[in-house]
């Protein structure tokens, strides 16, 4: 599985912004998927990560109510739509793909699959 993170870039703090996770090589519709990020000189973090479904979501307390993970099967796409974007946002964040997939994980070791990570960058 290849997963290709796009939709990063330059915001001012109150903006949206949408990224994208396209996989490729084989469908991801059974698998859970996560975002994280990583700022300048810090630890790979949980963002938010949903079901196979889609039915289940998960986030971490800073972007609750402000993200929305979501997934088009038929694309084999899944999505981060982050508004009222703050700039301690600023990372490069990172698709992620679990194989196990039932319920959705805030552990990195649960992910098989990574994308190449897309930066953004909210100025204040």
């Known amino acids: 599985v290849q997963l290709q993170a796009s939709g990063g870039g330059l915001m001012q703090a109150g903006g949206s912004l949408r990224l994208s996770c396209q996989a490729s090589g084989r469908t991801v519709g059974n698998f859970g998927m996560g975002w994280f990020r990583q700022a300048p000189g810090k630890e790979r973090e949980f963002v938010a990560a949903l079901s196979w479904n889609g039915d289940v979501t998960s986030y971490t307390d800073s972007v609750k109510g402000r993200f929305t993970i979501s997934r088009d099967n038929d694309k084999n796409t899944v999505y981060l739509q982050m508004n009222s974007l703050r700039p301690e946002d600023t990372a490069v964040y990172y698709c992620?793909?679990?194989?196990?997939?039932?319920?959705?994980?805030?552990?990195?070791?649960?992910?098989?699959?990574w994308g190449q990570g897309t930066l953004v960058t909210v100025s204040s």
């Open positions: 992620a793909a679990d194989t196990y997939g039932v319920h959705p994980t805030k552990r990195r070791y649960d992910y098989d699959y």
